[in-house]
């Protein structure tokens, strides 16, 4: 459906059929066993209740108990039986999860009124046995970024420049993101974010850094995992703009949020007697973002995928929708259907070069004709219904299915390739044009064509079984068939016999990979083990099998590329009844718990990590013949990349609201694919080909110190410290370099040794006031100071003669920023109004991004510069990154 036919419909149906959308968390389960502290038997009639709710329950003739439809947040639960002492715990309920509880009771004469307060739920988590980053509505709202990959550079061992993201050292493309339970990545291109998530859209972002366990798969750095917000049993809406500027450029953001009880279910179907068991809600939501950017920029772009420019009147263009249906029809079932489109369309500034192609940044030497600069255009879109029950106490289960499209399309103003014009760098002498410029291009076209696409249909059943109240296992698998198309053309401009240009790479491809896991909880002198095993396999499909058996029968194959084939076909195992080979890993996982009293805690973990490489570095140029010495062919037989990873921990409560955790890690990675050079039969020229044959290690030590909302303050400070060393840092680094270095491991050019973030908020509730000398202030204020501080990004220093250091061996100057949000609400008949004032870098610190390589800083007219530099090429305006800015909002909800 073109898009602008799926806004307008999506737009009928959130505005016609229901009402715009305040957050609402999703509802969650509380159940296990009450026992006798002395016989272990299970009491029944026991009390459950959670305080400040109507919501409680009895212990049946077992001991067990379920309380469900709890949102997400912070409770005490309180058992009660006559005879036995009363007990208080504190927990937490995020999410759609079910929170087990064992109590055990002890007996006591009636008169006792004694209590007793057990264990720090929300701070302490006996059962997590590996590092994790939960941020909740309320922590991503309060941070100055717009969406989750954003949010997500701001935790500690999370480094994030641009669309890279980089957890404790690995590469941007080791990372899995989950929307709802089902993975959204782009195996073609590498990147992890295959759709643009606003934060608004979102209840909770949870970011697994270290051992996590066998149900995550395709990931070797980290997991982020994604619930979108749900409907409630009341309709709530929001309605938001916004507007910033560096004092003062363009940057808009509008929302527009409705969620509540589905109308059709609840007031239409019953008014013709027909009823709908159970209750059906909806959420809906429209996020646009437009901005120029603080660089030089164009006008508006011209999208070709959509035929317009009426989507993308600035440079950088971001739109996003999602429609969410949720249906309970008992207190043990929901059924859910998510739809979910984004749209981005600008020109790469801040693109990573890993994951997009031919996005090198802010293109310095387009200034003079930026409309004939590239356009990107990233499309993504995920339908997913899934299905949750809880047939007993003891067992739970989910079923997915989900569609994930994604296409990125890159042109110049929307031509075709064959309307390209010469790229040329002239300047006027006299009466002619002189083809002698001054390093900027002057007319012509970006010599770049690309389009690429992925399909994926995936299948997902994960089922948890609590055997005991000590032993609980969780299994599961998943099944991905997707299809995949690529087409790249450079320099279309070129006369070639197929009308390509200089050199093009076409191709289209089917595949199946999928996984299977299985987890064991042991529970042992309070001790927690999280032992896994996982299998994930990978059945390349046709267009490969075809290549490799087609080229085997060429005479003119290099002796390593036919050692490469023949070990596709002879080392892979075969699908019985068919001629399909495949691969496979396993990977262990290992996790230990260990409460040492009730306020510390001690855990570590062990685990095999395994990632398929990106398809790009599979399929490239497949079975065909270099024609020059920069080609750069794929390898049908590289395997996944592997990680061994260790993490030890120990997380200590200050109070009652206020946790340290300091973590150690160490990872080594290997069988990173890389491109090296392949000699040519003659005539044939030498070329490229992707191996299994780097690697990398890194090592750190984090630290964190949260204290959570009370007294209406909460602050967290994270510190990092590490290390990453490697080869290579990208696939193509030896190509590019046109060799390698050495054998020596070097600084990765995203290594940042120290990192600190730290915030300080104050929230002041509807009924609170506030006196400040004399002033009272009325209720509804939130406040928010952020600070970040890191190390430079790296470089290799020279002189002036061109001699040259270590590889990425110097760091530029330190990263720092400042950022303050205020929000005030009033109401006034029914509605919430609310403005905020959003302070970003506030001391419009000077990031600097380019580093001059001599005097390791920013370029100072008058500094010395290696040989062959010109001056002009230094005065690069993204050489720092974005200063100060101020974003006003003004809204209301209801």
């Known amino acids: ?90 927990l937490e309920v995020a999410g759609e999860k079910i929170v087990m509880m064992v109590f055990y009771l002890e007996e006591t004469v009636i008169e006792m009124k004694g209590e007793e307060v057990v264990g720090e739920r929300p ?31 701001t935790r500690a061992g999370i480094s994030g420049e641009g669309t890279d993201i980089h957890i404790r050292g690995g590469r941007a493309s080791e990372i899995l ?39 995550y798969g395709q990931a070797m750095s980290g997991v982020v995992d994604v619930k979108l917000k749900e409907g409630s049993d009341h309709y709530h809406g929001k309605i938001g703009f916004s507007s910033s500027g560096p004092f003062w450029y363009f940057d808009r953001t509008t929302i527009l949020q409705l969620e509540g009880p589905e109308y059709i279910t609840k007031r239409l179907l019953p008014a013709i007697g027909i009823h709908i068991p159970g209750k059906v809600s909806f959420f809906s939501s429209l996020y646009a973002r437009f901005s120029d950017t603080y660089l030089p920029h ?110 990125l399309r890159i042109d110049v103003g929307g031509k075709h390739w064959s309307k390209y014009d010469e790229l040329l760098d002239i300047y006027p002498s ?32 994960d089922i948890t079984r609590a055997i005991s109240p000590v032993y609980s296992i969780k299994t599961g698998l998943l099944l991905q068939g997707l299809e995949i198309q690529w087409i790249d053309i450079h320099y279309p401009w070129f006369a070639s016999p197929g009308g390509l240009g200089l050199n093009n790479d076409i191709y289209k491809a089917r595949g199946l990979d999928g996984g299977i896991y299985f987890q064991n909880q042991i529970s042992f002198a309070g001790m927690i083990a999280n032992l896994g095993i996982r299998l994930d396999s990978w059945v390349p499909g046709r267009y490969l099998e075809d290549g490799v058996k087609n080229t085997l029968k060429k005479e003119d194959i290099p002796p390593i590329v036919e050692q490469e084939y023949n070990a596709y076909l002879d080392d892979n195992p075969r699908i ?101 050079k392949v000699p040519g039969i003659p005539p044939n020229p030498d070329f490229w080909m992707y191996f299994n044959s780097d690697y990398s290690r890194s090592l750190g030590l984090e630290i964190t110190l949260e204290k959570r909302l009370s007294r209406n303050w909460y602050s967290d400070i994270e510190f990092t410290l590490s290390q990453s060393k490697g080869r290579t840092s990208t696939a193509e680094d030896i190509y590019w370099r046109g060799k ?47 600070l970040s501080l890191q190390s430079g990004r790296r470089y290799t220093p020279q002189d002036t003669l061109g001699n040259r250091e270590e590889l990425n061996s110097g760091i530029g100057p330190y990263w720092s920023r400042v950022d303050i949000e205020l929000k005030k609400g009033v109401r006034l008949s029914g509605l919430k109004f609310n403005i905020s004032l959003k302070g970003r870098n506030i001391f419009n610190y000077r990031n600097v991004y380019y580093i001059n390589p001599v005097t390791g800083r920013d370029y100072r007219l008058g500094d010395p510069l290696p040989p062959y530099t010109d001056e002009e090429d230094m005065l690069n305006p993204a050489r720092y990154r974005e200063g100060g800015s101020v974003e006003i909002g003004i809204g209301f909800t209801f």
């Not at 969650?28 to 959670?50: E, K, M, R």
């Not at 006996?126 to 997500?152: G, N």
């Not at 002698?436 to 299948?459: K, L, M, N, Q, S």
Request: proline letters at 5%.
């Open 1 to 90: 459906m073109k898009p602008i036919r799926y806004i307008a419909l999506s737009s009928v149906i959130i505005l016609l059929s229901q009402g715009v959308l305040l957050s609402h968390p999703q509802e969650g389960t509380i159940a296990g066993y009450v026992y006798d502290a002395v016989t272990g038997v299970g009491l029944p009639g026991v009390n459950l209740v959670l305080e400040g709710t109507t919501k409680g329950a009895s212990t049946d003739p077992n001991g067990a108990f379920k309380i469900s439809h709890i949102q997400s947040g912070t409770y005490i639960l309180t058992t009660s039986m006559i005879g036995y002492k009363k007990k208080n715990y504190r």
């Open 123 to 153: 701070m302490i988590e006996k059962e997590v046995t590996a590092s994790q980053r939960i941020m909740d509505t309320r922590t991503l709202e309060a941070l100055p970024v717009h969406d989750v990959r954003s949010a997500l550079a």
């Open 177 to 215: 993101m989950i929307v709802d339970g089902i993975p959204v990545r782009d195996p073609l291109s590498g990147t992890a974010f295959g759709m643009y998530l606003p934060v608004s859209s979102v209840s909770e972002v949870e970011a697994l850094t270290g051992g996590f366990n066998a149900e």
């Open 298 to 407: 164009t006008d508006s772009l011209y999208s070709s995928v959509f035929e317009t420019s009426k989507l993308s009147p600035r440079e950088e263009n971001t739109l996003s929708g999602i429609l969410k249906f949720t249906w309970s029809p008992t207190d043990n079932q929901k059924l859910a259907l998510s739809l979910s489109r984004s749209i981005e369309i600008n020109q790469g500034y801040f693109l990573s070069g890993n994951e997009y192609p031919f996005a090198y940044g802010f293109p310095y030497r387009y200034k003079n004709i930026l409309d004939n600069y590239l356009t990107f255009t990233r499309d993504g879109n995920q339908v997913t219904l899934s299905y949750h029950n809880v047939p007993n106490l003891q067992t739970f289960y989910d079923i997915k299915f989900s569609r994930f499209f994604t296409n």
């Open 430 to 461: 006299g009466d002619s044009l002189t083809a002698r410029g001054d390093g900027f291009w002057d007319i012509g076209d970006a010599p770049y064509w690309h389009d690429h696409y992925v399909e994926t249909y995936t299948g997902k059943f």
């Open 576 to 676: 019985p009844f068919t001629d399909y080979h495949f691969k496979a890993h396993f990977s262990p996982r290992v996790g230990i718990s260990y409460p040492i009293t009730d306020r510390d805690k001690f855990f570590f973990s062990y685990g095999h990590f395994s990632q398929l490489p990106d398809r790009k570095f599979v399929c490239s140029k497949l079975g065909r013949r270099a024609t020059s010495t920069y080609e750069l062919v794929g390898n049908p037989n590289l395997n996944q990349t592997i990680t061994v990873a260790y993490e030890l921990g120990l997380e200590h409560l200050f109070g009652e609201h206020t946790k340290l955790v300091t973590t150690a890690y160490y990872k080594d990675i290997f069988n990173y694919p890389t491109a090296q």
């Open 740 to 786: 390698e270095e050495s054998l020596k491991e070097w600084y990765l050019i995203w290594d940042r040794p120290l990192k600190v973030f730290g915030s300080l908020g104050y929230i002041m509730r509807d009924n609170e006031k506030l006196n400040i000398f004399g002033l009272t202030i009325p209720g509804s204020l939130n406040a928010n100071l952020s």
